[in-house]
């Protein structure tokens, strides 16, 4: 009876080792990315925000994030004093 629970055992672990690594080959795929200017263009083009999610399948995070202004161009140098 010991026998057959320690080849039961030891086959599951070889099934186990065996399909490791093909359940590891099926990662998730990778979509490509909609470039920011694509969406740009489609918001100046005159289409809502929820059309371009729809049409270029994308997020409404990253439309937002497309379309927010940056950080970096909203502080300008402070204004010179004319003297």
Known sequence: MKRIGLALVSLLAAAVLVGSPALAAHKRVHH???PCAKIKDAI???KTAEDVEKDLNVSAARVKSCTAPSK???KKAPAKKAS
């Open 72 to 74: 970096s161009s909203s």
């Open 44 to 46: 100046a083009a005159g």
């Open 32 to 34: 490509p990315v909609v």
